[in-house]
């Protein structure tokens, strides 16, 4: 029986198990002690949310084959107020580095999460602002270099949804089972896409 998890990966948590470095940083082994689960894409040491762990390669692999564009969603705080011209830019898709990203689906949002551990930077005399982000491929610190390349740095970053599963009920550290329901939902929307 395969075994799927949603974990909340609290700022400054590995998104592995272990940590060869020199001085062991935070890693999923102190939060979850479940054998052959494994984290299935990135999120960042700085970045925060939703992560997906399961022992099934099937799903693994769908979910990061970009041809499936399976959808990840983040609630991004940036440093400055933005704009309707840097959202529109987004929505087409950024130069980044060595290639263009696709065009994403965003708006403004106003969340209200705790503030995080260490806290952000903050200036008394640059605003921020919160935007949500909704995008179908995920290469090396895609979201920050995207606003970064619109003009707003990232401050925060939290991963709230994968598909249809968020990150709703689940505070820093938890995890949860997906329900029967889920299980069946994300594995027949995989055969729907073949």
């Known amino acids: 029986m395969y075994q799927y998890l949603l974990f909340h990966k609290p700022y400054g948590v590995l ?3 272990t940590d060869g470095s020199p001085e062991p940083r935070p890693t999923l082994a102190g939060y979850i002690n479940i054998p052959e689960v494994y984290p299935v894409g990135r999120l960042d040491l700085d970045s925060e949310g939703l992560l997906f762990l399961t022992d099934d390669n099937w799903v693994k692999h769908r979910m ?29 898709g950024v130069a980044v580095s060595d290639y ?13 999460y705790p503030p995080r551990v260490p806290a952000i930077r903050f200036r008394a005399d640059i605003p921020t602002s919160w935007i949500e982000i909704t995008m179908t491929e995920g290469k090396n610190r895609q ?13 925060r970053l939290i991963r709230v ?15 949860r089972h997906l329900t029967a329901t889920e299980t069946v939902e994300l594995r027949v ?5 073949r």
């Not at 263009?100 to 209200?112: A, G, L």
């Not at 979201?143 to 401050?155: I, S």
């Open 161 to 175: 949804g994968i598909g249809e599963l968020t990150l709703q009920g689940l505070s820093p550290g938890q995890y």
């Open 100 to 112: 263009i990203s696709r065009p994403v689906k965003t708006k403004r949002v106003t969340p209200t």
């Open 189 to 193: 929307g995989f055969q729907r896409k």
């Open 15 to 17: 998104p592995q198990f």
């Open 64 to 92: 990061l084959d970009p041809e499936h564009n399976h959808p990840r969603t983040y609630h991004v705080q940036l440093e400055g107020e933005i704009t309707d011209e840097a959202l529109n830019h987004l929505r087409r």
């Open 143 to 155: 979201v920050r270099r995207m606003t970064a390349a619109v003009g707003f740095p990232t401050l």
